[in-house]
């Protein structure tokens, strides 16, 4: 999934500590979103919904109608401002490869969105109809399931998905180290490299 | 966004009550946005009609979004100035203990408040500039380009699906006619 460079969001700033958009970039965004707001109801129905996300991003018709359904969990016909700030926020996320933070960051909330029956608990079917909006291949879904459902009842309740957010996000900040470190030790044997040369020199 | 917004408050009618007052504070404080969207810009030469321009033909606020735009002049001197100012206290910082330019922000200090408000965030400097570098200007024109162009695609949805003579498909055409006829004024202003 990308966004459409050169599009609104594609402009748009995600902090990257908190995955959150700056309130003046909430603002514009609102203000974006009354642009779309046809009817004046402060929603936006399936159409309108199918057209922006088409035109802003790569997704496919079935995934878009996908998403719809996942925000409007009240199967109202029409989602709110609020969903749509968490639907910018996910593609924002993973425009800019944040979405192991943002899962961390805003477990809760995912947690909810993926929790598509209400009953607490997010089944592997649900999971992997989505996993396409936080960048998660199969095989991580099939371990996450084996390593993290300790209850045995081949769902995840909230406990679980908080801790495989946490196992996540901490896998990412130790390969990050790994290449940081990499990458001085590169440095420095270079320098060494180099200070040699000139004492040979 | 720790709550449970999908399930909880989400739900669109709940929204509605408050939606007039956040709408005009929205384009009350959308100057702010303005102001701080233009430090970026290092070519200000655009006439203030371009960026000029009643926002809404639909009966939406007029007269808030034409007092942001309005006091853009003397946002974009202001927030030039602070502009010049951020970058001057940065390089201050590097040449820390070189130069005595303390008088200087001292005379700077009274210019303006808006310069003193963007002034309180110096410490986040890498934020600014990233922010400063993305946002596009004129931003509501970006915006107004975009959603007519996803706008005349539902159009042509709305037609298929519910027909021409649809209140909604009426709806949205006069909405998109709206947004035609402001972006053609502005260009003519």
Redesign the interface.
């Known amino acids: 999934m990308r966004l459409k460079e050169g599009s609104f969001l594609w402009y748009l700033y995600l902090d990257k500590t908190y995955c959150l958009l700056s309130v003046r970039n909430v603002k514009a965004l609102m203000e974006y979103f009354h642009l779309l707001d046809v009817h004046g109801k402060n929603t936006l129905n399936d159409v309108l919904f199918y057209h922006f996300l088409h035109h802003v991003t790569d997704l496919k018709k079935r995934e878009i109608n996908l998403v719809f359904d996942m925000l409007d969990w009240n199967a109202v016909g029409e989602i709110g401002f609020e969903q749509f700030y968490v639907l910018v926020c996910i593609l924002l996320a993973h425009q800019n490869h944040l979405e192991e933070r943002f899962m961390y960051r805003h477990s809760r909330t995912v947690f909810g969105l993926l929790d598509l029956e209400g009953d607490q608990k997010i089944s592997p079917e649900n999971f992997e109809m989505y996993r396409f909006l936080f960048n998660i291949q199969k095989q991580e879904l099939k371990d996450l399931f084996c390593d993290f459902d300790i209850t045995g009842d081949r769902r995840l309740n909230y406990q679980e998905f908080k801790l495989y957010t946490i196992v996540r996000i901490n896998k990412l900040q130790k390969r990050k180290e790994k290449t940081e470190n990499a990458e001085r030790e590169k440095k420095s044997l270079l320098i060494k490299k180099m200070s040699h040369q000139v004492h040979a020199s | 966004?720790?709550?449970?917004?999908?399930?909880v408050?989400?739900?669109?009618?709940d929204?509605?009550g408050s939606?007039k007052e956040?709408?005009e504070s929205?384009y009350s404080?959308?100057r702010?946005?303005w102001t701080?969207?233009t430090l970026s810009q290092s070519e200000l030469n655009t006439p203030l009609s371009d960026v000029c321009g009643n926002f809404d033909a639909?009966g939406?606020s007029i007269s808030h979004t034409r007092g942001w735009y309005g006091q853009g002049r003397r946002s974009l001197d202001e927030g030039d100035k602070a502009s010049r100012k951020l970058r001057r206290s940065s390089s201050m910082e590097i040449n820390e203990g070189k130069e005595d330019t303390a008088s200087e922000i001292k005379a700077e200090k009274s210019s303006s408040t808006s310069s003193l408000d963007i002034a309180k965030h110096i410490p986040h400097r890498a934020?600014w500039a990233?922010?400063q570098n993305?946002?596009?200007l004129p931003?509501?024109e970006?915006?107004?380009n975009?959603?007519l162009?996803?706008?005349t695609?539902?159009l042509w949805?709305?037609r298929l699906?519910i027909g021409r003579d649809h209140l909604?498909t009426q709806?949205?055409q006069q909405?998109i006619e709206g947004?035609k006829k402001r972006r053609s004024k502005k260009l003519y202003l």
């Open positions: 966004m720790e709550e449970k917004p999908s399930k408050s989400l739900k669109p009618s929204r509605h939606d956040s709408k929205l404080d959308i702010d946005l701080t969207a639909e939406r934020y990233e922010q993305r946002l596009p931003l509501m970006l915006m107004e975009e959603a162009e996803v706008l695609e539902a949805s709305y699906g909604l709806e949205l909405y947004l």
